[in-house]
């Protein structure tokens, strides 16, 4: 793994790279945000897509000769801070960006076949087209050398406009860009070789492939091993990744998917060629990435989502600090879905994450003064409240009610299919060990316990607990039936708080369109009952970011088994099991009230819960017998419900102490 590479005319001083991904930074933030990567020891950066051409424009504008100053401060702050840099080059072809899509260009494709999450009709390119993109990617590398950066990549993958001419499933052409293999690589071939005589013979040039597009009719691992071969001799280098925008979740997927998901796979088409490949998809440690160098699956690996979490992954493994690696939880809710929704990437653990311009990753400043820092709550939101107060040189000691820490992710990480959150406040606990912070377990926080800590500064990080009998679409009025013994709260599914009685019909009532709910249908159906999930809202996880990259694989998964779903309806009444043991949910559907009925053994109702803001009130309201603090609450206290808002929030807190 820590073996120096040579790619054409570019050496890499070790194996683990980061493939292309977009984070809606510019300028310097983007520089800013790759530079702090490469000084923590990846030794290639993979560009995010640049458009070739105008008409499928990106944030980064290789189709002009104004990405020089750019390409130049790029390259020269990855070289010094130890990496080297390449630029993806993209056209989206039906995939069109929303940017391009303003400018009311219609797309370009080799035929008509609309992308399913853009929804517009393609024009098929004339031949005439082609030559002008051909002609654009060429100019596009010439460019990325002329700036001084080390190589270039073509997304050939992911159903772009390569991938869209590579697959039969997208590819309907009667011409010579269609039909069999030979012409259906023409495309990529003209550009190989067009690019090739633009830029200097030992410039690097490799491609991205899926090696199984995941559509219907499209290419699997043996053709797109087929296709490598076929180009092999024009490339320094081979990309190899997954699925397309038909299954949009399997590009980068969540922690419902293994470690090392896209392995298989991909190969089936590494294994074909000879050219230095990489292989991405969940690696996110370096122990599994010099499993796969050393097995021969790969000469390269990319560690994205692991360093977006920590930085500095590849130097703390190197150095024996593997401990100290803050873990990605594989959520894709700061990463994908922030950036999706808010065309700015974030990162669940790392609060820094694409704030490099004005967040530091670690604390490195010591408090003017050492204090004395309570904390009440042994949740994510406390544990890095407390692990930042205790890096500002304080003195911290942190209360947990409970025999453990972790607060409510460690009861979603008890359903198999999310034990990866488990690892954030893993890490945390551990860091608290290392850096003396003192824990107490089973020491509930009340104002006794303020007066006999006598802290300089109070954080509250109490969380919440379930609310019996609530819905958001009736909120004066309590559920009928809700307080009958078969009708439990999450925790108690999820064996936290009491222990539910699961029998063999269960339905599920989702007020919050979360994976709170996801997570009971999970541990439900794996105790054998057929589940139905009611909902207010109108998909399931529907209040989830983007829920095309962070639900779907939860939805296929829910639906795969006994499971079915039924949106947009209240409760009206839940009422006791008969002599059949079957009792009846009673909804009506929102707008029109239409009842409908269901049978169930088990009930649970997933709704908003109750804040709990007790210690907080009190101590807002007396705190004569308690001394004089600054009082901070974080986290779920405040009524939000995010892993990601936790530990932002406490990051916050615990550096400004």
């Excluded at 219609?106 to 393609?122: D, E, Q």
């Excluded at 040039?205 to 091993?225: C, F, K």
């Excluded at 009685?501 to 997570?519: L, N, Q, W």
């Excluded at 009206?572 to 029109?592: M, Q, S, Y």
């Amino acid at each position: 793994m820590f073996q120096p590479l040579e790619l054409g005319g570019c050496t890499l001083s070790n194996r683990i790279v980061r493939a292309a991904h977009s984070t809606g930074a510019t300028g310097e933030a983007l520089i800013a945000y790759h530079e702090a990567r490469a000084r923590g020891g990846a030794a290639l950066t993979v560009l995010q897509i640049a458009g070739v051409h105008p008409a499928s424009a990106t944030d980064i504008p290789v189709y002009s000769d104004k990405v020089l100053p750019f390409y130049e401060e790029m390259a020269a702050r990855l070289h010094a801070a130890g990496g080297r840099v390449f630029q993806q080059l993209w056209h989206g072809g039906a995939a069109v960006e929303q940017r391009s899509l303003t400018r009311f260009r219609t797309p370009v494709a080799p035929s008509a076949v609309p992308n399913p999450m853009v929804g517009i009709v393609p024009q098929a390119l004339t031949t005439a087209m082609i030559d002008e993109l051909v002609e654009a990617f060429a100019t596009a590398a010439r460019r990325c050398e002329q700036g001084g950066l080390d190589g270039v990549e073509l997304h050939a993958a992911h159903g772009y406009l390569i991938g869209q001419f590579l697959s039969p499933a997208t590819n309907l052409r009667e011409d010579g860009y269609g039909g069999d293999l030979e012409n259906r690589t023409r495309f990529l071939r003209e550009v190989l070789a067009a690019v090739r005589q633009e830029t200097s013979p030992g410039f690097p040039v490799g491609i991205r492939l899926s090696a199984d597009d995941q559509i219907e009719g499209g290419i699997r691992p043996e053709e797109a091993a087929a296709i490598a071969r076929r180009v092999e001799s024009d490339i320094n280098f081979l990309d190899v990744s997954l699925s397309s925008y038909w299954r949009f979740h399997r590009l980068l997927s969540t922690l419902d998917e293994g470690l090392g998901y896209e392995v298989p796979t991909s190969e089936v088409v590494t294994r074909a060629v000879e050219v230095p490949a990489i292989v991405t998809g969940r690696i996110t440690t370096l122990d599994h990435a010099e499993h796969l160098i050393r097995s021969g699956v790969a000469d390269m690996v990319s560690v994205v989502r692991g360093m977006i979490a920590d930085p500095d992954l590849v130097v703390k493994a190197r150095e024996g600090r593997e401990r100290e690696i803050r873990p990605c939880i594989g959520t894709s809710v700061g990463c994908v879905a922030r950036f999706m929704v808010a065309g700015q990437m974030r990162c669940v653990v790392n609060a820094a994450a694409g704030q490099e311009t004005r967040v530091a990753f670690e604390v490195v400043d010591q408090a003017p003064r050492p204090k004395r820092v309570l904390v009440a709550g042994g949740g994510p939101a406390g544990l890095e409240a407390a692990r930042a107060a205790a890096l500002r040189g304080h003195e911290v000691v942190l209360h947990e009610m409970t025999g453990a820490l972790g607060g409510q992710v460690r009861m979603a990480a008890s359903v198999p299919p999310r034990s990866d959150l488990g690892a954030i406040t893993a890490f945390l606990a551990d860091e608290l060990d290392r850096l003396g912070v003192t824990v107490r377990l089973r020491s509930p926080v009340d104002p006794d316990v303020v007066a006999e800590e006598h802290p300089d500064e109070l954080i509250i990080a109490t969380g919440t607990t379930p609310r019996r009998g609530f819905q958001i679409s009736a909120p004066s009025r309590p559920i009928p039936g809700a307080d009958l013994p078969h009708v439990f709260t999450s925790w108690e599914v999820l064996g936290f708080g009491g222990r539910a009685a699961i029998g063999r019909r269960a339905v599920v009532f989702d007020d919050t369109g979360t994976f709170e709910a996801i997570s009971v249908c999970d541990a439900l159906l794996a105790a054998g009952a057929e589940v139905t999930l009611l909902s207010r809202l109108e998909q399931v996880g529907a209040a989830i970011p983007y829920p095309p990259a962070t639900v779907e694989a939860s939805r296929e998964r829910l639906f795969s088994g006994a499971f079915s779903f039924t949106p947009a309806v209240a409760l009206e009444e839940i009422t006791a099991p008969g002599t059949d043991g079957f009792g009846t949910v009673v909804t009506g559907d929102l707008g029109t009230g239409r009842k409908r009925s269901f049978d169930a053994d088990t009930v649970v109702v997933v709704s908003y819960h109750h804040c709990n803001r007790e210690l907080a009130d009190w101590t807002a309201a007396d705190r004569s017998d308690t001394g004089s603090y600054n009082l901070h609450l974080v986290g779920d206290v405040n009524g939000t419900n995010s892993i990601m808002a936790a530990i932002h929030a406490g990051a916050r807190v615990g550096r400004a102490i």
